[in-house]
């Protein structure tokens, strides 16, 4: 029957046993090759069972074509209606995989392959495969064979026979056997090669795991060694030969496509190295030079062709240094940068379908259970395999993992490697990317069982799992250590005592026993306090040792939980809002000033969360101004007043420094700023509008407290240096002057007397010794400096400055702005002494060359004894005084002209320099980032050692900490430093060009 009540019911059927293209299948069913099976309903049932039915139908129809004869054809179809097993075999290799589809299209009979269905046939092994490769004595005939051979793997996988497991390891077996047939074949083509030389292949990475995927290169080192009474070079040399052929015919793409591509630069020097290398030679080389990586990389090495002797005593000659790598210095350090480098280099397009690279995939789980393995190998070798789900099962044995954790890892893992290999199995291409095509999509799911809404089902279990396996990546080191401390689970499950000072040190922790005694502290027992503890410990410690100085975090973390552990919002902030935690952690580990102030008031961890805290957002001045009035208001006496002040202050440069640790250091969610002059403008804007206020309250204080409302003078202070500039350091003295103006009516002695005591009481308040980081105010600018009076009228003012000025006097002027007390007055010193410091006709060659003089001076006699000046932040090369010398001579001789430069700001100066075209923009870019630099230096100083600085810190673990802050990890002050000499280098030869004329 074909008329239109037949195509109808076929169509409904088609649909039903989910055909997408029901019209074009029908057709495919009603032509010649299936007409003697197009009624059969097992036929239809077994496509409908396939992961893309249409696909399976269209590659059944071309295998059907590519018969020799009809009988052949026959043969064919009743051998697939007769058997149930081929059936399912090779329909659903049809229906997974159009590149295997378009192999027996070519081949018409390897189908044969799939006839049989024995229980030797289940799980072969290298000596089968190699059996399957036996007749291939060509690179062409090779190819074929081990796509008939990938065929049966292929139709054993999707048809549920093996788990991904044993595929994975099926397919190290095949291309072991393929490895020795390609070596037997190049060997066949220089036999001589073979008289002179031992060759041995030692496969790497997922092959020598024993889990390879079924596109993917095969990882490979070579080791060699003379046959008896050959010379050494020429055995080298032959070796050479013999193993560029090797790679050549797996590698190279003919008529029948390439097996896949052989990679041997995991080899030591890699690329740049030689192919082939004596055993003593790989030895000489990982005792010397080899990177942490490399030894992570040999833990998979397995000699699988060539010299089964030579390749056994390659790998006991390196096997015991695998197992000392934990001991290396960075370890950890040097294997997360190495899992970031990865992430780092996947297009950012990409990053969230990469399978294989991306957060939460398979290399998060293979990195993990590497590193554990690597840190408790040393002392059980239970661990020592080199297939990754075995060695996860040994971790969770010996209580190295937890057993809850540890099978979740397995279920994620297998599921993305199940993944994996049906995405490559399509069109065995070698690829780690999630399709975005929704037939793509549904045609995964249905293959991997999903069957109700197939690519809704697939894409909500690949996201299941990656969160699983983020959520565990980091977890996996630290929840075994708060077991073993807090004695939770059974006793043979939990780490020993000397396995968790393994992991500690192997972590970063240089006191184990402390760092176990805090984690005792704060994890154990049963309140509700330490199972949220131990709920936040496994991430933190993460964090911490992330850091320069993790045992620092710890410590500061217990001390923070001491204070507040009782208090109800504390341990719910960790938990409940995302950024707290890891902000926190940050904090308490980048160095000493930003924990000091928080344990002095360790309510301010409210600020870390992302709630009522206020967040990390400076506060701006007017808002700090109205605060520290207020609490000055309703303090009873200028002491408390101040304290309060102080309090304020203490709170507001904590908000800022955590801001700045934050945004140096990055988190999860947000990574590190790029633009490091923000984070600098950030701190001296915040710590200036700081300062201001706090100088505000004090003078308010001063002033109720000596006249009540009204002093019977005008009072003004005016912020100099670095403070006029909005440029203050954490550690910062505040550089003023003091100006007033007697009230109409009231005679100027009286009016100076009241002046004075405020000065001198405002100077007392601020000098009394407190806990609180110090707030000094220097009026060293002032006329006559040190011998003159700390406080003057405007009137004097004018008087000085227009008799006795001197150039330098009114280069530190461009940096006066008002900052407290009555805002006319501080209006009126600006308009006084704007022509000094940007004098209409400009500077004359004179003051020029005084100006330069001064600075010369400067540096000889201000640099400490001892000191590196290429690394002094303030007067070595590129530093700061060389850019803002630069600049304010600009100012002097452009101001007048050029609006943009009347700022006491650098860089708005320097930026306005550049728009008139007074520098070029390379010139000022260099100039920037030198000012930016050494800024950053000083204020990282000021957090780590609690203490100001305008060099680089001699204490190595300061000096790494630095270095962190700065974006550099461990093991690269190094660099840090010769990238700091480079920039000050630069930035001085533009100096030397704009500001000495040379």
């Given at each position: 029957?074909?008329?239109?009540?037949?195509?109808?019911?076929?169509f409904?059927?088609?649909?039903?046993h989910?055909?997408?293209?029901?019209?074009?299948?029908?057709?495919?069913?009603?032509?010649?090759?299936?007409?003697?099976?197009?009624?059969?309903?097992?036929?239809?049932?077994?496509?409908?069972?396939?992961?893309?039915?249409?696909?399976?139908?269209g590659s059944?129809?071309?295998?059907?074509?590519?018969?020799?004869?009809?009988?052949?054809?026959?043969?064919?179809?009743?051998?697939?209606?007769?058997?149930?097993?081929?059936?399912?075999?090779?329909l659903?290799?049809?229906?997974?995989?159009?590149?295997?589809?378009?192999?027996l299209?070519?081949?018409?009979?390897d189908?044969?392959a799939?006839?049989?269905?024995?229980?030797?046939?289940?799980?072969?092994?290298?000596?089968?495969?190699?059996?399957?490769?036996?007749?291939?004595?060509?690179?062409?005939?090779l190819?074929?064979?081990?796509?008939?051979?990938?065929?049966?793997?292929?139709?054993?996988?999707?048809?549920?026979?093996?788990?991904?497991?044993?595929?994975?390891?099926?397919?190290?077996?095949?291309?072991?056997a393929?490895?020795?047939?390609?070596?037997?074949?190049?060997?066949?083509?220089?036999?001589?090669?073979?008289?002179?030389?031992?060759?041995?292949?030692?496969?790497?990475?997922?092959?020598?795991?024993?889990?390879?995927?079924?596109?993917?290169?095969?990882?490979?080192?070579?080791?060699?060694?003379?046959?008896?009474?050959?010379?050494?070079?020429?055995?080298?040399?032959?070796?050479?030969?013999?193993a560029?052929?090797?790679?050549?015919?797996?590698?190279?793409?003919?008529?029948?496509?390439?097996?896949?591509?052989?990679?041997?630069?995991?080899?030591?020097?890699?690329?740049?190295?030689p192919?082939?290398?004596?055993?003593?030679?790989?030895?000489?080389?990982?005792?010397?030079?080899?990177?942490?990586?490399?030894?992570?990389?040999?833990?998979?090495?397995?000699?699988?062709?060539?010299?089964?002797?030579?390749?056994?005593d390659?790998?006991?000659?390196l096997?015991?240094?695998?197992?000392?790598?934990?001991?290396?210095?960075?370890?950890?350090?040097?294997?997360?940068?190495?899992?970031?480098?990865?992430?780092?280099?996947?297009?950012?397009?990409?990053?969230?379908?990469?399978?294989?690279?991306?957060?939460?995939?398979?290399?998060?789980?293979?990195?993990?259970v590497?590193?554990?393995?690597?840190?408790?190998?040393?002392?059980?070798?239970?661990?020592?395999?080199?297939?990754?789900?075995?060695?996860?099962?040994?971790?969770?044995?010996?209580?190295?993992?937890?057993?809850?954790?540890?099978?979740?890892?397995?279920?994620?893992?297998r599921?993305?490697?199940?993944m994996?290999?049906?995405?490559?199995?399509?069109?065995?291409?070698?690829?780690h990317?999630?399709?975005?095509?929704?037939?793509?999509?549904?045609?995964?799911?249905?293959?991997?069982?999903?069957?109700t809404?197939?690519?809704?089902?697939?894409?909500?279990e690949?996201?299941?799992?990656?969160?699983?396996v983020?959520?565990?990546?980091?977890?996996?080191?630290?929840?075994?250590?708060?077991?073993?401390?807090?004695?939770l689970?059974?006793?043979?499950?939990r780490?020993?005592?000397?396995?968790?000072?393994?992991?500690?040190?192997?972590?970063?922790?240089?006191?184990?026993?402390?760092a176990?005694?805090?984690?005792?502290?704060l994890?154990?027992?049963?309140?509700?306090?330490?199972?949220?503890?131990?709920?936040?410990?496994?991430?933190?410690?993460?964090?911490?040792?992330d850091?320069?100085d993790?045992?620092?975090?710890?410590?500061?973390?217990?001390?923070?939980?001491?204070?507040?552990?009782?208090?109800?919002?504390?341990?719910?902030?960790?938990?409940?809002?995302g950024?707290?935690?890891?902000n926190?952690?940050?904090?308490?580990?980048?160095?000493?000033l930003?924990?000091?102030?928080?344990?002095?008031?360790p309510?301010?961890?409210?600020?870390?969360?992302?709630?009522?805290?206020?967040?990390?957002?400076?506060?701006?001045?007017?808002?700090?101004?109205?605060?520290?009035?207020?609490?000055v208001?309703?303090?009873?006496?200028?002491?408390?007043?101040?304290?309060?002040?102080?309090?304020?202050?203490?709170r507001?440069?904590?908000?800022?420094?955590?801001?700045?640790?934050?945004?140096?250091?990055?988190?999860?969610?947000?990574?590190?700023?790029?633009?490091?002059?923000?984070?600098?403008?950030?701190?001296g804007?915040?710590?200036?509008?700081?300062?201001?206020?706090?100088?505000?309250?004090?003078l308010?204080?001063?002033?109720?407290?000596?006249?009540?409302?009204?002093?019977?003078?005008r009072?003004?202070?005016?912020?100099?240096?670095?403070?006029?500039?909005?440029?203050?350091?954490?550690?910062?003295?505040?550089?003023v002057?003091?100006?007033?103006?007697?009230?109409?009516?009231?005679?100027?002695?009286e009016?100076?007397?009241?002046?004075?005591?405020?000065?001198?009481?405002?100077?007392?308040?601020?000098?009394?010794?407190?806990?609180?980081?110090?707030?000094?105010?220097?009026?060293?600018?002032?006329?006559?400096?040190?011998?003159?009076?700390?406080?003057?009228?405007?009137?004097?003012?004018?008087?000085?400055?227009?008799?006795?000025?001197?150039?330098?006097?009114?280069?530190?002027?461009?940096?006066?702005?008002?900052v407290?007390?009555?805002?006319?007055?501080g209006?009126?010193?600006?308009?006084?002494?704007?022509?000094?410091?940007?004098?209409?006709?400009?500077?004359?060659?004179?003051a020029?060359?005084?100006?330069?003089?001064?600075?010369?001076?400067?540096?000889?006699?201000?640099?400490?004894?001892?000191?590196?000046?290429?690394?002094?932040t303030?007067?070595?090369?590129?530093?700061?005084?060389?850019?803002?010398?630069?600049?304010?001579?600009?100012?002097?001789?452009?101001?007048?002209q050029?609006?943009?430069?009347?700022?006491?700001?650098?860089?708005?100066?320097?930026?306005?320099?550049?728009?008139?075209?007074?520098?070029?923009?390379?010139?000022?870019?260099?100039?920037?980032?030198?000012?930016?630099?050494?800024?950053?230096?000083?204020?990282?100083?000021m957090?780590?050692?609690?203490r100001?600085?305008?060099?680089?810190?001699?204490?190595?673990?300061?000096?790494?900490?630095?270095?962190?802050?700065l974006?550099?990890?461990?093991?690269?002050?190094g660099?840090?430093?010769?990238?700091?000499r480079?920039?000050?280098?630069?930035?001085?030869?533009?100096?030397?060009?704009?500001?000495?004329?040379?």
């Amino acid at each position: 029957m074909t008329g239109p009540g037949r195509r109808s019911s076929t169509f409904t059927r088609l649909l039903r046993h989910g055909f997408t293209a029901p019209a074009a299948a029908e057709r495919l069913l009603d032509g010649a090759e299936l007409a003697p099976v197009r009624d059969d309903p097992v036929l239809l049932e077994a496509l409908g069972a396939t992961a893309d039915p249409d696909l399976a139908l269209g590659s059944l129809v071309r295998l059907l074509e590519a018969q020799p004869d009809p009988t052949a054809r026959r043969e064919l179809l009743d051998t697939l209606t007769a058997a149930k097993p081929l059936r399912d075999r090779l329909l659903g290799v049809l229906g997974a995989s159009a590149a295997l589809g378009d192999h027996l299209a070519r081949h018409a009979g390897d189908w044969q392959a799939l006839v049989t269905y024995e229980p030797r046939d289940l799980h072969p092994g290298v000596e089968e495969f190699e059996r399957g490769l036996a007749g291939a004595h060509d690179p062409v005939a090779l190819r074929v064979a081990y796509r008939r051979c990938l065929l049966s793997i292929a139709a054993r996988d999707v048809c549920g026979t093996i788990a991904v497991a044993e595929t994975a390891a099926e397919l190290a077996d095949l291309a072991t056997a393929t490895l020795r047939a390609a070596l037997r074949i190049a060997g066949a083509a220089a036999p001589d090669d073979t008289r002179l030389c031992r060759l041995a292949v030692i496969a790497m990475g997922k092959c020598g795991g024993h889990e390879l995927n079924y596109v993917s290169d095969v990882d490979v080192i070579f080791v060699a060694e003379p046959a008896d009474g050959a010379d050494e070079g020429k055995a080298l040399r032959a070796a050479t030969r013999l193993a560029s052929h090797l790679m050549r015919i797996c590698s190279e793409t003919t008529v029948e496509g390439s097996i896949w591509p052989v990679d041997a630069n995991l080899r030591p020097e890699g690329r740049n190295g030689p192919l082939v290398r004596t055993l003593s030679s790989h030895v000489a080389y990982y005792q010397r030079w080899a990177k942490t990586w490399e030894f992570q990389a040999l833990l998979k090495a397995r000699p699988v062709a060539g010299d089964a002797g030579l390749g056994q005593d390659y790998v006991a000659a390196l096997n015991p240094m695998v197992w000392q790598a934990a001991e290396r210095e960075n370890f950890v350090a040097d294997v997360q940068k190495m899992r970031r480098r990865v992430v780092e280099n996947i297009p950012a397009a990409e990053v969230e379908r990469e399978l294989k690279l991306g957060p939460g995939g398979l290399r998060d789980v293979e990195f993990a259970v590497q590193l554990l393995q690597l840190v408790h190998g040393r002392a059980d070798a239970s661990l020592r395999s080199g297939t990754t789900l075995d060695a996860l099962r040994a971790l969770a044995a010996g209580g190295y993992v937890g057993r809850t954790d540890a099978v979740q890892l397995d279920e994620a893992y297998r599921f993305l490697r199940s993944m994996e290999h049906r995405i490559q199995l399509h069109r065995l291409r070698r690829t780690h990317l999630v399709p975005e095509d929704d037939a793509d999509l549904r045609r995964l799911g249905r293959s991997l069982g999903l069957r109700t809404d197939p690519a809704a089902d697939l894409v909500r279990e690949w996201k299941r799992h990656t969160g699983v396996v983020r959520r565990l990546h980091e977890k996996l080191f630290y929840r075994p250590l708060l077991d073993a401390v807090a004695q939770l689970g059974p006793t043979e499950a939990r780490l020993s005592p000397e396995a968790a000072r393994e992991r500690l040190v192997a972590l970063g922790y240089a006191d184990p026993a402390s760092a176990l005694r805090h984690l005792e502290a704060l994890a154990s027992g049963v309140t509700r306090k330490a199972a949220i503890q131990r709920t936040l410990l496994p991430v933190l410690l993460g964090w911490f040792a992330d850091s320069a100085d993790p045992d620092a975090g710890l410590l500061n973390f217990r001390k923070v939980s001491d204070a507040l552990g009782k208090t109800p919002w504390y341990l719910r902030l960790l938990r409940d809002e995302g950024a707290a935690a890891e902000n926190l952690a940050r904090v308490l580990s980048a160095g000493r000033l930003a924990p000091d102030l928080l344990l002095r008031a360790p309510e301010a961890v409210a600020l870390l969360g992302d709630g009522d805290g206020g967040g990390l957002e400076p506060r701006r001045r007017s808002h700090l101004e109205q605060e520290v009035l207020a609490a000055v208001g309703r303090a009873g006496s200028s002491e408390q007043a101040v304290a309060a002040a102080r309090g304020v202050r203490r709170r507001e440069l904590f908000r800022t420094a955590a801001a700045d640790i934050v945004g140096s250091y990055g988190t999860e969610e947000q990574p590190a700023e790029a633009d490091q002059g923000a984070l600098v403008d950030l701190v001296g804007g915040a710590v200036s509008d700081l300062t201001a206020a706090a100088l505000a309250g004090t003078l308010r204080a001063v002033v109720d407290a000596g006249w009540g409302e009204t002093l019977p003078t005008r009072f003004a202070v005016i912020a100099m240096g670095r403070f006029g500039g909005h440029e203050l350091g954490y550690g910062s003295d505040a550089d003023v002057l003091f100006v007033h103006e007697p009230r109409d009516g009231v005679d100027e002695h009286e009016a100076g007397q009241a002046a004075g005591r405020v000065v001198a009481e405002m100077r007392r308040l601020l000098q009394i010794p407190s806990a609180d980081p110090p707030l000094l105010i220097d009026a060293d600018l002032r006329p006559e400096g040190k011998t003159g009076p700390l406080v003057r009228t405007l009137t004097s003012y004018a008087a000085y400055y227009r008799r006795w000025s001197l150039v330098w006097e009114a280069q530190a002027l461009l940096r006066a702005e008002p900052v407290a007390g009555d805002e006319g007055l501080g209006r009126r010193f600006v308009e006084l002494v704007d022509p000094l410091r940007y004098p209409a006709s400009g500077l004359d060659e004179d003051a020029v060359r005084e100006i330069r003089r001064l600075k010369a001076r400067m540096e000889v006699e201000r640099l400490p004894r001892g000191a590196d000046p290429k690394l002094h932040t303030k007067l070595g090369p590129g530093g700061l005084s060389d850019v803002e010398w630069t600049v304010q001579l600009l100012q002097m001789q452009h101001g007048a002209q050029v609006p943009g430069l009347r700022t006491t700001r650098t860089r708005a100066a320097l930026a306005a320099a550049r728009e008139a075209g007074l520098l070029t923009e390379e010139d000022a870019a260099v100039l920037d980032e030198a000012w930016v630099l050494a800024t950053r230096v000083r204020n990282a100083v000021m957090l780590v050692r609690g203490r100001a600085g305008d060099t680089f810190p001699s204490d190595p673990r300061e000096l790494a900490a630095v270095g962190r802050y700065l974006g550099y990890g461990e093991g690269h002050v190094g660099d840090m430093l010769d990238a700091y000499r480079r920039t000050g280098r630069r930035a001085r030869g533009v100096v030397e060009r704009l500001f000495y004329g040379t």
